[in-house]
């Protein structure tokens, strides 16, 4: 882990330790569940992960937004944004102390 993130060498790592395959392996392994994630999501369904979290893709209209630094008003276009919402589980565990 570097610098308090979490890469997807570092998710690929734990992976092989865990489960004792190769790195090759598990990268093509996480590679392919987060593509299902993103595809399912392009295609508007949700994704529910029992006892971590749903992600959804909420479309937003277009709206009247402001320059920061002139004041102009400039139209913000419609679009497609993706909704997290963690699991009671997830939440629970993220509150415990350390």
């Known amino acids: 882990m570097t610098n308090g993130t ?9 992976l092989a330790e865990e489960i004792g ?23 508007g369904e949700p994704v529910k992960i029992y006892g971590f979290a749903s992600f959804s893709v909420r479309h937003k209209k277009q709206r009247m937004g402001r320059n920061i630094l002139t004041g102009e008003e400039v139209p913000i276009l419609p679009r497609r944004v993706v909704k997290f ?5 997830l939440k629970f565990k993220v509150n415990q102390p350390d």
Request: aromatic content about 0%; some cysteine.
């Open 6 to 14: 979490i890469t997807r060498a570092d998710l690929i790592r734990a």
């Open 21 to 43: 395959l190769s790195r090759s392996d598990c990268a093509a392994i996480l590679e392919e569940v987060l593509d299902e994630i993103a595809g399912c999501l392009v295609r």
């Open 85 to 89: 919402r963690p699991s009671e589980n």
